[in-house]
Every structure is written in C-alpha cells, then in structure tokens.
C-alpha cells in the first residue's frame, strides 16, 4: 500500500528540521483464537487490525508516531507532527527512486484463513480430551490455538521497499494436576511461522498428552536435591537457558548502555571452546523467521560466539550506526504501535561432536533436565534463577527417579565458560519474548549440554 504514497515527499516532511533517518511501516494482520478452558469452548475470537508508523532517528535518538488513517495526506499530516519533534542532527540522504525489492518465500501450505473454524474447535477438543485423559489427577485443562497472518510494507529515506506476508499458527496446552494439597502444572506449547500444515506433523493429542503427563509425574516424583551437583540439560530442554542467560545479553541496545555483562567484550573469549552461539532468522517455519526484519534489512544468519570467543552483537539498525556497522537483522516490532527494537529470532548452541547417550553414561550422578520452565535474569551481571518443569536424578550413569521442584541458579558466562560436554543433537523450543513492552514470537534451542558444576536448588537434602 505505501508503494502508492509519494515517499520523498513523506521522508522530506519527515526529516525537515534534522534528523538522519526515516521509515514508513504499514500492517494489517487478521488473527483467530480459540480457547477451551474447564472442559467447554471459552472463546471463540476473530479480528482485523491496521496502521501505519513513522519514525525518524536523530542523533541516535527515535521519535515515532503512528495512526489508523491511510491517505497520502493523513499521512504526510503524521509525518509533519513528528517532525516537530525532530530538531537536531544532521539532514540524512533522502533518495528519489524506491524500487520494490525481491519478496522472500515463506511458504505456506495450508492458509489457516481457508480451514473452517469447526475444523480447528475438533483440534481443541481433542487436545482437551486427550490430557484428560492421561489420568484421573488431571484436575484442569487449558488449550489454546491461534493463527495470525500479517501483511506488512516497509520503507525507509534511503530508497528501501519491501514488502512481506507472515503466518503463524500456534496450539499450547496447560494442564494442573492435584492430589491432596499437591498441586503441580504441565505445560507444552507448539507452532511456529508455519500454516495449518503444522496439524499434519504434529498431533494435538500428543501435545495434550506430554503436558498432562508432566503435571502427573511432577505429583509422583520426589522432592529435588540441593547442592552443588553436575547438570546435563537435554536437546529437549528447549533453549531456555540460551535465550535468557546469555542471548538477551548479546543485544546490541543493552550492551551500548552498559546493562549486559557482555559490554565491551567484543574479540573476548566467553565461553567454552565447545560453544558457538548463533541467532538465525532465515530457518524455515521456525517461530522466529522472517525473510526481512520489522526496518525492511534481509533476515541473516549472524554467528555471535564462535568455538568461546564474542565475535558481535545484535543490531537493529539504531544500534548498528552507534557501532558504525551495518544491521544484523535484527530490529523488530509487535505491531505498527511500536517503534523496532532490537529482539532475537532464533537463537541457538550449534551441536557439538559427543553422543548425548555418552554424556549420559559418563556423567555417575547429578540431575538431568528434560524440560526447562520459566526463570528471571540479570543482564548486567548475567545471574540466574531458572525452574525445571521436568527433571531427573541421573544415577551411575542413567536416568533415575523423577524430581519436582528443582531450580538451576548460576550466572551465564561462568556456565557458558564451564560447560565440557556438546552434543552432537538439537532440539528446538517456542516461545513468546518480552522486552519493553513488547512480545516477539521466537525460538530457541540447544543440543545435550553437560554443566559440571551449577546450584541446584531443591527441598530435599542431595
């Protein structure tokens, strides 16, 4: 829609009074949800939303301003309003021409705007009546499923336009399990940037199962060791730690203002010579790809630790001219509400050589994480709390008696520096990340990682 406008003359507006950077971001998504929440259909939700936003960098400073309205003159009327926002810096280079730039595939099978609603409240159903059934303990179960689809046209004052379609599709199912005055939680979500053909690899009973059966097995297990004791996390353990402890440290905004404990380490050795550490947009249906970022930059693969040495950070394009380079990619946005910030796609440890069966059986005791849950972090000095939401003891070598309530505590670069053991997997998790206000859809992952020595918090003595 914005190929339509007169793009000079918007940016011209725009960067009147000073300022060395403009964009245009124009959306329109349509979204579907349905929920099943105390064995009945809660929600049944459709809606359509729209906008454009304006933005304007000026000594590394952003000013923004969106609206609903989409005529060339409500436009140039919103980029007049900001301009009397911009008054210092530099006049940037506004170009003349804006040629549409090649569109990326993100293929689509099945569009889930064309399957019937009644097709997608079975799956719910099913997802609903395949936890509760995994056992009589099971007290409660929530089953969410939605799908987006976004239009989106980006363009900038130095000539950038491009254009981009995106479809997400999402099933996460929440079970709690009671007995007596126990009560303990499941949890397993799946989806990604993928259509309605997600249903054809992946069967909702299932997911509705493996949650329903963590909240029984965490009733069932025995209360967690405390101490100092090795941990393996598994490949299926998702990312968690990857994203939290370290990734968001490697945000180019947070280490520019001193608040990770990564800044100004950059050629620095930070982990282990068996991690490298990558953040990559362009895997296709993972919940984090985009053939362009929310500023029109190409998705890339973008290596931020290599074999333990900080090679760089992630920009956006903001961050990236504070560091004189150019954008990783990286600079995204909920909506057209919301100005880019810089925010990871998917974000991974490249698999190492080991055999994770082998890890196992050279690993006498400890505890073995099959699932990480949720955790809180400290970016400046990259200390941790992380919950396992399904865990194991490991003895003399194998997985032993399950355990509840366990909590990983340490700070990310000691971990990354002392992990001594990479296996040769991979395993992805989902998620949506919060950062400013802002959720993102992304994904994370890790191969079988053995820590030799991290604080295992628990109720029960090791």
Do not use: W
């Not at 140039?76 to 170009?95: E, M, P, Q, R, Y």
């Not at 705007?113 to 179960?141: G, L």
């Not at 990783?328 to 909506?335: D, L, V």
């Not at 490249?350 to 972090?377: C, H, S, W, Y």
């Amino acid at each position: 829609m914005i190929g339509h406008y007169h793009l000079e003359k918007i940016f011209r507006t725009v960067l009147r009074n000073g300022g060395s950077f403009a964009d245009l971001y124009h959306e329109s998504s349509r979204t579907n949800a349905i929920v099943c929440d105390d064995n009945k259909i809660e929600n049944v939700i459709s809606g359509t939303d729209a906008g454009i936003g304006v933005r304007a960098i000026a000594d590394f400073k952003t000013s923004y301003a969106y609206g609903n309205s989409f005529s060339e003159t409500d436009v140039l009327a919103l980029a007049d309003d900001l301009a009397g926002a911009v008054k210092s810096g530099s006049g940037g280079i506004i170009a003349q021409e804006y040629p549409l730039r090649p569109r990326v595939n993100l293929e689509v099978s099945l569009f889930p705007d064309i399957v019937e609603t009644t097709r997608k409240v079975a799956i719910v159903r099913e997802a609903n009546a395949a936890a509760r059934s995994v056992d009589s303990r099971v007290r409660q179960v929530k089953v969410v499923y939605s799908d987006k689809h976004q239009k989106i046209v980006m363009a900038n004052s130095e000539g950038f336009l491009v254009e981009e379609d995106r479809t997400y599709t999402l099933l996460a199912v929440q079970v709690v399990a009671a007995e007596d005055d126990l009560i303990q939680t499941g949890y397993e979500p799946v989806g990604g940037l993928i259509g309605f053909e997600l249903f054809d690899e992946v069967d909702p009973a299932q997911v509705a199962k493996t949650a329903a059966r963590r909240a029984v097995q965490a009733i069932e297990a025995r209360e967690a060791p405390s101490g100092v004791m090795p941990v393996i996390l598994s490949s299926e353990a998702g990312g968690t730690m990857i994203h939290e402890a370290v990734g968001h440290g490697l945000e180019a905004d947070l280490a520019l203002e001193g608040l990770s404990v990564y800044s100004d380490r950059i050629g620095e050795t930070v982990a282990s010579p068996l991690i490298t550490v990558i953040d990559d947009a362009t895997i296709p249906q993972r919940r984090g790809s985009y053939g362009y970022d929310d500023e029109g930059v190409p998705a890339q693969e973008t290596t931020l630790v290599a074999k333990g040495v900080l090679l760089h950070y992630l920009c956006d394009r903001l961050s990236a001219m504070r560091f004189n380079q150019e954008s990783t990619g990286n600079g995204r946005r909920e909506s057209y509400k919301h100005h880019p910030i810089v925010r990871m796609s998917n974000t991974f440890i490249a698999p190492g050589d080991d055999d994770p069966d082998a890890i196992l059986r050279n690993t006498p005791e400890g505890v073995f994480v099959k699932k990480m849950g949720g955790g809180q972090v400290n970016t400046v000095n990259g200390d941790f709390v992380f919950e396992v939401s399904e865990g194991y003891l490991i003895r003399n070598g194998q997985i032993g008696d399950p355990i509840r309530g366990a909590t990983l505590t340490g700070s990310g670069p000691r971990v990354l520096q002392s992990i001594d053991r990479v296996g040769n997997d991979l395993g992805f998790g989902i998620g949506t990340c919060g950062k400013d206000g802002q959720g993102m859809p992304v994904a994370d992952a890790q191969p079988t990682l053995r820590i030799p020595e991290i604080i295992v918090g628990g109720t029960a003595q090791k």
